[in-house]
């Protein structure tokens, strides 16, 4: 029986490792390439990527002072060790949907620390950190795709640093990252990142590395819709078929470890379970949901003849049709990032069960749009500080009295403030590039091969 057991594990890890190569594998190849026509002296991307190195050497550093929210923490470091223990086949069993909700792709990020931690016996605090880490990593590629996709567009190098350091230093992702110790930055850096390997038509490329981000966090299946619009409007809906397929390659590739010795339905239904643990209007985020119904309240509250939920996913298809409509009519880089960002700012704006983290990708969507104009760099600004007082308000409360009251004060006027900059970029969409492409757009579809 010990020697079935070990045998098991064995193959389950091997396999888990193969996978994991593969996976980062793929990950640094697209970064790779992505940043390979930089590769000249006069790009800056030299100077740009030593000085982010030196700042994720100060956020690790900060790290000994952020101590994290603990809960959280130690639910990743519980993750690390199991990982490390029993492997990626044995991983999920016997876990209840409120043990396991995260996806396979970010449990192999917190494998190194599990094994690290096992192996060396490292206390708490090393273990925290080494799970914090990751996170970082994902700002590192992030701040260094943004600066190369600037200049890239054609972008000066002073506007690719600003909007570098619109990323890098964002007071709310620093927070989220840094003082928190969530993880949202790594699904944004791989959702950001088959964003970009698109935008450069390496469609089969682009495909694997959303089915990585997908796997992070399911969130990221937003963008799905998006960027086969995309491809279908830039290059025919012939050019969908090879990336599917290399969507679904990734996918078994990556969660197959896992999958090992269960059904096939056991992926879906495992994002079906974990996406329905919270039924509640807003699970702490500022937004329509909560000003309507309540912070933390049943989803299933009638309004208008419809619950909660309802009213909410209706809001949320609306929007993403809405940004599948802008991509289709003005099919350019600049376009398609905002349309990502208006379908993620209105996930998090309408949709039920949205914790307070979830405007993470929408700021680093949104960043290289602020550089078209005042009135977007002030949008930017202003969201930038509402979702950051909505973290730090958030994080405070958990760490004091831990919920906040249904209509609190502080939290609906944050919510109102939202909802008006909503409205804000709505009534601007259109006016962004609809008549032609900019300059910087021209450079991208260049260097794209159109």
Request: hydrophobic share 60%; charged share 10%.
């Amino acid at each position: 029986m010990l020697i079935r057991w070990l045998s098991a594990v064995l193959d389950s890890t091997v396999t888990g490792m193969v996978g994991g190569v593969l996976v980062a594998a793929i990950i640094g190849y697209s970064i790779f390439i992505y940043l390979w026509p930089l590769r000249g002296a006069h790009s800056g991307l030299g100077l740009a990527f030593a000085a982010l190195i030196g700042l994720c050497v100060l956020k690790i550093a900060a790290l000994h002072w952020f101590t994290g929210y603990y809960f959280d923490l130690l639910q990743f470091s519980r993750w690390a060790l199991r990982i490390a223990a029993v492997g990626p086949r044995n991983f999920y069993a016997g876990m209840s949907s409120r043990d396991a909700l995260y996806a396979p792709v970010a449990i192999y990020a917190l494998w190194p620390a599990g094994t690290l931690s096992r192996t060396f016996g490292l206390s708490w605090n090393n273990l925290r950190i080494l799970v914090e880490s990751p996170p970082l990593l994902g700002d590192l590629v992030t701040s260094i795709t943004m600066f190369a996709y600037l200049r890239r567009s054609g972008r000066t190098l002073v506007a690719a640093w600003v909007g570098m350091l619109l990323v890098a230093l964002n007071p709310g992702l620093l927070f989220d990252t840094v003082v928190w110790g969530q993880t949202d930055s790594v699904v944004t850096a791989l959702m950001w990142l088959a964003t970009l390997v698109v935008l450069d038509s390496q469609y089969i490329l682009g495909a694997a590395v959303l089915a990585f981000a997908v796997l992070a966090k399911p969130h990221a299946l937003i963008l799905i819709p998006l960027l086969a619009c995309w491809v279908w409007r830039r290059s025919g809906i012939s050019r969908l078929a090879a990336p599917t397929m290399a969507f679904i390659a990734a996918t078994i590739v990556a969660a197959g470890p896992f999958a090992l010795g269960r059904a096939w339905g056991w992926l879906p239904r495992f994002y079906i379970a974990s996406l329905g643990y919270y039924h509640e209007t807003s699970a702490n985020a500022f937004n329509l949901m909560g000003l309507v119904g309540g912070l933390r309240q049943a989803e299933t509250t009638a309004l208008f003849g419809a619950s909660d939920f309802t009213l909410g996913m209706v809001l949320v298809m609306a929007v993403l049709m809405v940004s599948c409509i802008q991509v289709w009519r003005n099919p350019r880089p600049t376009s398609l990032l905002l349309a990502i960002f208006l379908a993620l700012f209105g996930e998090f704006l309408f949709g039920p069960r949205m914790h307070e983290r979830y405007l993470f990708p929408a700021i680093v969507f949104f960043a290289p749009v602020a550089l078209e104009g005042m009135f977007w760099l002030g949008v930017f600004g202003l969201l930038t500080l509402s979702w950051l007082f909505n973290l730090a308000y958030v994080f405070h409360t958990l760490n004091t009295v831990l919920w906040l009251v249904p209509h609190d004060a502080p939290a609906m006027l944050d919510a109102a403030l939202n909802l008006l900059l909503f409205g804000a970029v709505l009534s601007r969409i259109t006016t962004l590039k609809q008549a032609a492409a900019s300059a910087s757009d021209q450079t991208v579809l260049a260097a794209a091969g159109h």
